[in-house]
């Protein structure tokens, strides 16, 4: 059953003069890249669900400027802050939802100064909120006692102090949430971080996601676990990489329960 | 002349003091170069980092068998210099043991003294066999070669010939004490020294006074070197650790601070009335550079962290990049700094106090672009420091530099770039397309 999703911008709410009660950013990834987009879907598929007022800036999004930021760019990273804080207060919002732990970070932590402030949560947050409020419900289903590993990305572990939001919703999965030797605080990077994402590593003797990998297929999961699009791509080469595609599956969280609510 | 070892005594004791605070005020001044920034707010919540990181030692413990051992040799440190402070008392006045009037709290003074004593050699030793036996990868680093093994060994025996010349004046002090010795009061409990004492049986007394005074003497002299020792080495951080844990970054850590210079820039720009054509005001201030290319260009927070760092090396064993064997190590960054500080400040000291141009600079001569590039700015460094130390601030600080200053980012990250720059995406698609995954099914 294949409903078509509802996907309201802020320009068309706002025209019929409506306010949602959160906007969902869905980020560069979650935009263009063909995997992330599939996350995009699957959380949008929840949304609707859920009944949860909601809308997209659509053509008026433009990244965040967190790559630029962090590839030294301190100048194109305020002017992109700037012109989507010109967006985003133009519609008064109040609250931004993303499954990106990148922009995440950068809208709620650099943002503010420049003359943005919202509440600012992260898509497991936000889908571990409606759990509690009971706006969605979880029945493991499929992933009844299966290995699931959970990879903790940088922006939303270590920098957000995000650890536990993710896991919970993985146990109300019924799955056996197992961990690799370095997680949470310890949790070891992807690689995609700091804008290496866009460009080729230096010289080393190893790719930073096939250690990473190699980490997670210790933990011997059915699922490697992901909250973020750029982990979701470095950790689904490593697995490929490690020629495992056929056993361990690499998905985000949001996909998991829009496939256990068979949405 | 039965003044003479009290003067003498006071006149090492003025020269290691003042030795020191010259060592220190040379600190200061050379932090200081760096530029300031505001860290006077949330004092409850810095005092409480400090006391919990630095005296609570709460990060060293994440590693069990290196923390506990540390914490033997923080308490042991911390404890045994009340001794220090009678072993002064004694030297100006020419007293022995003048806090003997403690009595049975003397006692256990003493033997509480001389257990950590024996604790810390114990600690010592394994630190020992783990730095030249088991080699930790962490102390085998690159970096870790020359003056900084040379470092970090002579720490150890320094300690250990200060632990041994305190027991070996208790011992000998215990075997006089036995002997009824004139000037030798019952005073203080020797746990472990009644063993070494075995030794001296059969000595005469003039013998154990001269081997008793001689540890004495060589014990104060040892601590004095040592405090003075501490300006041009790791072990700085016995005291540094304090502050730098203080000044510690409390916001997020993923919360990379926003140059101050270039939002004024960007609002320039999105100011629809403002002069494109304007002339700097008269005497405009020359703009400022973007980012760090030296040290004078990092704030006095990160040169404070610079000069704490004791390069135990455990950011760079949880750096990624480091972990698969690129060159870049978030120790090295920082000893990189400090290196460079000295050698600005030797410069200032050669030349009146003034820095003269010496062609040189913290990048390209110190740190690589290649160390810079292969980071991928997360954290683990910053989380793994155990006295908080912010490498990565540096490293962002001195890309800001490479791009916004000399463009010399990798080709493919000026290709994102300008993606960003021309269709908002690091991609390049097109803005407008933003919204066709919901068309995809």
Redesign the interface.
């Known amino acids: 059953m294949q409903t078509e999703l509802k996907v309201p911008t802020m320009a068309e709410l706002s025209a019929a003069g409506q306010k949602p009660e959160v906007l969902f950013w869905v980020g560069c990834a979650g935009s263009f890249d063909d995997r992330a987009k599939k996350i995009t879907k699957a959380f949008v598929k929840i949304l609707n669900k859920a009944k949860v007022s909601f809308a997209v800036l659509g053509t008026e999004e433009s990244c965040t400027g967190d790559p630029a930021k962090r590839a030294g760019n301190e100048f194109l990273f305020q002017m992109q802050a700037v012109t989507n804080i010109e967006v985003m207060n133009a519609y008064e919002i109040k609250k931004v939802v993303t499954a990106c732990p990148h922009c995440f970070n950068t809208l709620k932590n650099e943002y503010p100064e420049l003359g943005g402030n919202y509440e600012v949560v992260h898509h497991t947050q936000f889908l571990k909120q409606l759990l509690d409020e009971g706006k969605i419900t979880m029945e493991g289903g499929q992933f009844k006692g299966k290995r699931i590993t959970f990879h903790d990305p940088c922006y939303l572990g270590r920098a957000n102090n995000v650890y536990e939001a993710p896991r919970e919703l993985i146990r109300k999965l019924d799955a056996e949430l197992v961990e690799m030797k370095n997680c949470k605080k310890k949790g070891l990077c992807c690689g995609a971080g700091g804008a290496q994402m866009f460009k080729e590593p230096e010289n080393g003797n190893k790719d930073i996601n096939i250690e990473r990998t190699e980490q997670a297929i210790e933990t011997k999961p059915d699922i490697i676990a992901a909250g973020c699009p750029f982990c979701n791509t470095m950790m689904t080469d490593g697995v490929k990489n490690k020629e495992k595609e056929g056993s361990v599956a690499v998905l985000d969280i949001a996909e998991m329960i829009a496939s256990a609510e068979d949405l | 002349m039965t003044y003479l070892p009290n003067i003498i005594f006071a006149v090492l004791l003025l020269c290691g003091i003042g030795f020191f605070i010259k060592n220190i005020s040379r600190l200061r001044r050379n932090i200081n170069l760096g530029k300031d920034v505001d860290v006077t707010d949330n004092k409850a919540i810095r005092f409480k980092n400090m006391a919990r990181i630095a005296l609570g030692q709460s990060k060293m413990v994440v590693r069990p068998i290196a923390g506990f051992l540390h914490v033997i040799v923080y308490v042991g440190f911390i404890i045994i210099n009340i001794e220090v402070l009678e072993i002064i008392i004694d030297g100006l006045l020419g007293t022995h043991r003048i806090f003997a009037s403690l009595g049975g709290f003397y006692d256990v003074l003493i033997g509480s003294f001389e257990i950590l004593a024996f604790l810390v050699i114990v600690a010592v030793v394994v630190f020992w066999i783990r730095r030249n036996i088991i080699r930790l990868k962490r102390f085998m680093k690159p970096e870790m070669t020359g003056w900084p093994k040379t470092d970090g060994n002579l720490i150890l025996y320094i300690e250990l010939v200060l632990m041994f010349l305190f027991l070996t004046m208790n011992a000998a002090d215990y075997q006089l004490q036995s002997m009824g010795a004139e000037h030798y009061t019952q005073a203080g409990s020797f746990p472990i020294s009644q063993y070494l004492a075995t030794l001296f049986e059969g000595m005469s007394e003039s013998s154990l006074v001269l081997v008793e005074r001689t540890a004495w003497w060589l014990h104060i002299v040892g601590i004095l070197c040592f405090l003075n020792y501490l300006y041009y080495s790791k072990h700085l951080h016995i005291l540094l650790a304090f502050p730098n844990t203080y000044y510690g970054n409390l916001?997020?850590?993923?919360?990379?601070k926003?140059?101050k210079a270039?939002?004024q820039?960007?609002?320039l720009?999105?100011d629809p009335s403002a002069d494109p054509y304007a002339a700097p005001a008269e005497g405009a201030a020359v703009p400022e550079k973007?980012?760090a290319s030296d040290v004078t260009d990092l704030s006095w927070v990160q040169l404070l962290n610079a000069y704490t760092c004791t390069e135990c090396g455990r950011c760079t064993s949880?750096c990624?990049?480091n972990?698969?064997?690129?060159?870049?190590s978030p120790r090295k960054i920082m000893m990189d700094t400090r290196d460079r500080l000295e050698e600005v400040g030797k410069n200032i000291d050669k030349n009146k106090g003034q820095f003269v141009a010496d062609g040189k600079q913290l990048l390209g001569d110190y740190i690589t672009n290649?160390e810079l590039?292969?980071?991928?700015?997360?954290?683990?460094c910053?989380?793994a420091c155990p006295v908080s130390i912010d490498p990565l601030s540096i490293i962002?600080d001195m890309?800001?530099?490479?791009?916004?200053e000399q463009s010399s980012?990798?080709s493919?990250?000026n290709?994102?770039?300008g993606n960003?720059?021309n269709n908002?995406?690091?991609?390049p698609?097109n803005?407008?397309?933003?919204?066709?995954?919901?068309q995809?099914?």
Request: overall charge negative; proline content about 4%; aromatic content about 10%.
């Open positions: 916001e997020a850590k993923g919360k990379f926003n140059n270039v939002t820039e960007v609002k720009m999105m973007f980012g949880e990624p990049a972990q698969t064997g690129k060159l870049l290649e590039w292969a980071c991928t700015s997360c954290n683990a910053v989380e962002m890309r800001q530099y490479l791009v916004m980012a990798p493919d990250l290709n994102m770039m960003i720059e908002g995406a690091p991609w698609f803005q407008m397309d933003r919204l066709n995954w919901k995809e099914l």
